[in-house]
């Protein structure tokens, strides 16, 4: 009786290691197809100079940039959502934006910034994990 109930508990925890590494290797996999599709939106853009024409405070601890700038012969306007630095109206900068939607304006001018710390989190996460279910 004590034997079978040891198999038992052993088997259910068996399957309870297994769930677990299933729901890891699926979140996992999503990340890393998120990274090649934000990979595709870098591979289809430029860096372009900018000028800063307003800054607008926002109450979660980001700041509202506009930036005025040029593809080709058309100007544009827009704006991105970022970290308060040192930044002042009418300053130069370098942004990077979609070659197909030149009103779109990435968050980072590196890809690298872009993908990195979301592809390092996920595969420190799949070992740990994978090291708490196997180890």
Do not use: C
Not at 46 to 54: H, M, N, Q, W
Not at 61 to 75: D, L, Q
């Amino acid at each position: 009786m004590a034997k079978r109930i040891i198999r038992h508990a052993k088997r259910n925890k068996l399957m309870w290691k297994l769930i677990l590494f299933v729901i890891v290797l699926i979140g996992s996999t999503a990340v890393l197809f998120d990274s090649l599709q934000t990979h595709q939106q870098y591979k289809d853009s430029r860096l372009v100079d900018a000028k800063v024409v307003d800054i607008a405070g926002r109450d979660n601890g980001t700041i509202k940039v506009t930036y005025k700038y040029k593809v080709g012969k058309k100007a544009y306007k827009s704006f991105k959502l970022q970290k308060p630095k040192e930044i002042n109206i009418g300053d130069e900068t370098e942004i990077r934006i979609s070659e197909s939607k030149p009103k779109k304006i990435f968050t980072y001018n590196r890809e690298e910034s872009a993908v990195f710390p979301q592809v390092a989190a996920t595969l420190l996460f799949f070992v740990f994990v994978t090291t708490l279910v196997f180890g």
